[in-house]
Nanobody, 123 residues
């Protein structure tokens, strides 16, 4: 049974940085980060494939966020720099069970989900 556990969220000021971690128990392939702000739908943020570690980002975070993966630790990270108030959301880690990459950015492309970690950016 796959389990995903996020950590690293918090309250920071605009312009600051945070690094989210997602500890993975079990076998997954492509991993992604999503976020959900109050009253909004869950939106795709970034993904990283495995193997290959190809990355893809939504436009609003390109150049500010970096997704990475440590295979030895079975952990995925989301380094978030130059944070903005509009980045405020609950951030979720998600995983795909198939080795064939589903490039869709919809939540239904992912089979496993963590519980989420709150990120709040003050202006």
């Amino acid at each position: 049974q796959v389990q995903l556990v996020e950590s690293g969220g918090g309250l920071v000021q605009a312009g600051a940085s945070l690094r989210l971690s997602c500890a993975i128990s079990g076998r997954t392939f492509t991993m992604g980060w999503f976020r959900q702000a109050p009253g909004k739908e869950r939106e795709f943020v970034a993904r990283i494939t495995s193997p290959g570690f190809t990355t893809y980002y939504t436009d609003s975070v390109k150049g500010r966020f970096t997704i990475s993966r440590d295979s030895a630790k079975n952990t995925v990270y989301l380094q978030m720099n130059s944070l903005k108030p509009e980045d405020t959301a609950v951030y979720y880690c998600a995983g795909q069970r198939s080795p064939i990459v589903d490039a869709s950015t919809t939540p239904t492309a992912y089979d496993y989900w963590g519980q989420g970690t709150q990120v709040t950016i003050s202006s």
